[in-house]
C-alpha cells in the first residue's frame, strides 16, 4: 500500500495570502494518479485536483497542482475566506486507493 | 445533475452488521467509466476508502476491510450498497458513498460524493 504524508499538519495564514501544501508518498506515483481534496467541516469532501495538476469543473484557477514521483504540492494562489479548510491528497495508482492525513488551513 | 445519497440505520449494536445504501440520481449507475464506492471518515480523523463496485458486480476492497465487507449493486433500482459484519465500536463514523472515475479495476479519484451518513456502534 502506498503510504501517503501532507505536510504541514496545521498551516496558518491570512487572506490574500499563497498556501502551498504538501503530499510525499511512500513509493513512486507515476503518471500523476495523484488527487486533491476540500473539505468544511460537516461537508462531504469536493474533488479540486486529479491527474496531480488538472483541476476538476468548476475550480477556481487560483487552485493548482504539481508534482511528479515522490513529491506533489497543492498551492493556492491567493487565499480567499471560503478556501480555510482541510485538504486531502489521495493516490490512485495502487490498489488500495489511499488518502494523506489531511492539512488543516487555518486563519 | 448527479446526486447521491445514503440511506440505513445511524445506530448500530456490536456485533451486527451495518447496512448502508446508496442511491444515485441524475444518470444511470450502468455508465462504463465509474465505479461505485464506499469511504469513511471516524469522527476527527481522515478519509479511509472501504471499497468499490462495477455495474457489472465486479468488486475492490481495501485489505484491511475485506474480509467483513461487501459491496454490491443494484442496477434496477440504481443503487448500490455496502455491508459491514461483525462491527465494533472502531467502525463509528460518517460513511460516504461516490463516484469514481475508473482507471482500472476499481482504482481512481472520487468525482462525486453523498453527503454522508453517520453511523455508531454501540450496545
Known amino acids: 500500500e502506498i503510504v501517503l504524508t501532507q505536510s504541514p499538519g496545521t498551516l496558518s495564514l491570512s487572506p490574500g495570502e499563497r498556501a502551498t501544501l504538501s503530499c510525499r508518498a511512500s513509493?513512486?506515483?507515476?503518471?500523476?494518479?495523484l488527487a486533491w481534496y476540500q473539505q468544511k467541516p460537516g461537508q462531504a469532501p469536493r474533488l479540486l485536483i486529479y491527474?496531480?495538476?488538472i483541476r476538476a469543473t468548476g475550480i477556481p484557477v487560483r487552485f493548482s497542482g504539481s508534482g511528479s514521483g515522490t513529491d506533489f504540492t497543492l498551492t493556492i494562489s491567493r487565499l480567499e475566506p471560503e478556501d480555510f479548510a482541510v485538504y486531502y491528497c489521495q493516490q490512485y495508482l495502487t490498489s488500495p486507493n489511499s488518502f494523506g492525513q489531511g492539512t488543516k488551513l487555518e486563519i | 445533475q448527479l446526486q447521491l445519497q445514503e440511506s440505513g440505520p445511524g445506530l448500530v449494536k456490536p456485533p451486527e452488521t451495518l447496512s448502508l445504501t446508496c442511491t444515485v440520481s441524475g444518470d444511470s449507475i450502468s455508465g462504463s467509466s465509474y465505479y461505485w464506492g464506499w469511504i469513511r471518515q471516524p469522527p476527527g480523523k481522515g478519509l479511509e476508502w472501504i471499497g468499490s463496485v462495477y455495474y457489472s458486480g465486479s468488486t475492490n476492497y481495501n485489505p484491511s476491510l475485506k474480509s467483513r465487507v461487501t459491496v454490491f449493486v443494484d442496477t434496477s433500482k440504481n443503487q448500490f450498497s455496502l455491508k459491514v459484519n461483525s462491527v465494533t465500536a472502531a467502525d463509528t463514523a460518517v460513511y460516504y458513498c461516490?463516484?469514481?472515475?475508473?482507471w482500472g479495476s476499481g482504482r481512481g479519484f472520487f468525482e462525486y460524493w453523498g453527503q454522508g451518513a453517520l453511523v455508531t456502534v454501540s450496545s
Open positions: 513509493q513512486s506515483v507515476s503518471s500523476g494518479f
Open positions: 491527474g496531480a495538476s
Open positions: 461516490a463516484r469514481l472515475r475508473n
